[in-house]
């Protein structure tokens, strides 16, 4: 069964930086698309930042400039390294993955960023 665990969320001042992570697991196969949605409370999930095996990026226009996502195919693991945070970053950050042969989404169970002004 396919598992993708984050990290590296928590509690940021306006200005500050945070890097999340993700493994995913469970796939004989390597993952395809990797990346980043997040959730704001009352909103609707939306796109952060994804990468493909071929490493081609793609950045909502909200954080570019700010965040960078970088993946490691083969070990199937990606982090988004987030800088100068704002308040409006507040949201529960989810990482997701698509793998060979497969067009099925995965997502992990979410972790919270916080940024406080």
């Known amino acids: 069964q396919v598992r993708l665990v984050e990290s590296g969320g928590g509690l940021v001042q306006s200005g500050g930086s945070l890097r999340l992570s993700c493994v995913a697991s469970?796939?004989?196969?390597?993952?395809?698309?990797m990346g980043w949605y997040r959730q704001a409370s009352g909103k609707e999930r939306e796109l952060v930042a994804e990468?493909?095996?071929?490493?081609?990026?793609n950045y909502a226009d909200s954080v570019k400039g700010r965040f960078t996502i970088s993946s490691d195919a083969a070990e199937n693991t990606v982090n988004l390294q987030m800088n100068s945070l704002k308040p409006e970053d507040t949201a529960v950050y989810y990482c997701?993955?698509?793998?060979?042969?497969?067009?099925?989404?995965?997502w992990g169970q979410g972790t919270q960023v916080t940024v406080s002004s």
């Open positions: 997701t993955a698509l793998f060979q042969y497969s067009n099925q989404r995965n």
């Open positions: 469970g796939s004989i196969f390597s993952t395809r698309v």
């Open positions: 990468i493909t095996s071929n490493g081609v990026i």
